[in-house]
Nanobody, 118 residues
Framework: VQLQAWGGLVKAGGSLRLSCAASGHALIINTATWYRQAPGKQRELVAMITKGVSTSYIDSLTDRFTVSVDTVKNTVYLQMNSLRPEDTANYLC??????????????WGQGTLVTVSS
């Protein structure tokens, strides 16, 4: 299983949806988490989704970010609205994924840069 994420460049006030796709077959995404790390700052947990239903967010982003999972496409999304320059960071997705061959294993994506211009 591999995780691959895609980010992008957006103007302040705009929206962007990050995607994190898990490759492979017959897999189940138990939990998925988005982190971000801005230049010169520590990594912070942005959002988490469990069993495709239960979600949690860092308090400051609850009203702007939404995490979801498409279980058919095995893809985790992070919808980001009303983006601000301070949202500029490298965004990283991780997931705990079950497969028959390996059981439940934690996987990490490669990170994707999101740049919000003012």
């Amino acid at each position: 299983v591999q995780l691959q994420a895609w980010g992008g460049l957006v103007k302040a006030g705009g929206s962007l949806r990050l995607s994190c796709a898990a490759s492979g077959h017959a897999l189940i995404i138990n939990t998925a988490t988005w982190y971000r790390q801005a230049p010169g700052k520590q990594r912070e947990l942005v959002a988490m989704i469990t069993k495709g239903v239960s979600t949690s967010y860092i308090d400051s982003l609850t009203d702007r970010f939404t995490v979801s999972v498409d279980t058919v496409k095995n893809t985790v999304y992070l919808q980001m609205n009303s983006l601000r320059p301070e949202d500029t960071a490298n965004y990283l997705c991780t997931a705990n994924i079950w497969t028959a061959a390996r059981g439940s294993v934690d996987y990490w994506g490669q990170g994707t840069l999101v740049t919000v211009s003012s």
